[in-house]
């Protein structure tokens, strides 16, 4: 597993044509440090992994020790990370906790920005199906 970006509260890993993008609720990470973790992770997602030329098929965003709620500010840098999967087709499953907001927030993304690519999961099974291009159950 190759590691692409790292700030403190994400990773973004690779792992053959698969990315991970692991985003983790840091309680010492100020508003300062925040910022510029979203702005090196957006970077890395949209310059190396969500690319039309990508040796990347998928992304798999994983929030689920991440904040249950976010705001407007990150919403508008996710819903261009999202857009960014629509428009070089590389699938987007988005690896949830469980928690409802986050469940709608999260929802709501995919229909408005990767309605195509974009896909909430909640088990490793819906991850793996959907990041691979498979129905949900298929062998």
């Given at each position: 597993?190759?590691?692409?970006?790292?700030?403190?509260?994400?990773?973004?890993?690779?792992?053959?044509?698969?990315?991970?993008?692991?985003?983790?609720?840091?309680?010492?990470?100020?508003?300062?440090?925040?910022a510029?973790?979203?702005?090196?992770?957006?970077?890395?997602?949209?310059?190396?992994?969500?690319?039309?030329?990508?040796?990347?098929?998928?992304?798999?965003?994983?929030?689920?020790?991440?904040?249950?709620?976010?705001?407007?500010?990150?919403?508008?840098?996710?819903?261009?990370?999202?857009?960014?999967?629509?428009?070089?087709?590389?699938r987007?499953?988005?690896?949830?906790?469980?928690?409802?907001?986050?469940?709608?927030?999260?929802?709501?993304?995919?229909?408005?920005?990767?309605?195509?690519?974009g896909?909430?999961?909640?088990?490793?099974?819906?991850?793996?199906?959907?990041?691979?291009?498979?129905?949900?159950?298929?062998?």
């Amino acid at each position: 597993m190759e590691v692409l970006s790292r700030g403190a509260n994400f990773e973004i890993t690779a792992d053959g044509d698969l990315c991970r993008c692991t985003v983790v609720n840091s309680a010492g990470v100020d508003k300062e440090e925040g910022a510029r973790c979203a702005q090196q992770m957006r970077e890395t997602l949209l310059f190396r992994v969500l690319t039309p030329l990508s040796l990347y098929r998928a992304l798999v965003f994983d929030v689920t020790r991440g904040p249950e709620v976010f705001g407007p500010v990150t919403r508008e840098m996710l819903e261009g990370i999202f857009r960014a999967a629509e428009h070089s087709k590389r699938r987007l499953a988005v690896r949830i906790s469980g928690a409802a907001m986050q469940r709608l927030q999260f929802s709501s993304l995919c229909r408005d920005s990767a309605p195509t690519q974009g896909k909430v999961v909640e088990s490793d099974d819906q991850e793996k199906d959907w990041a691979r291009n498979r129905p949900s159950g298929a062998p």
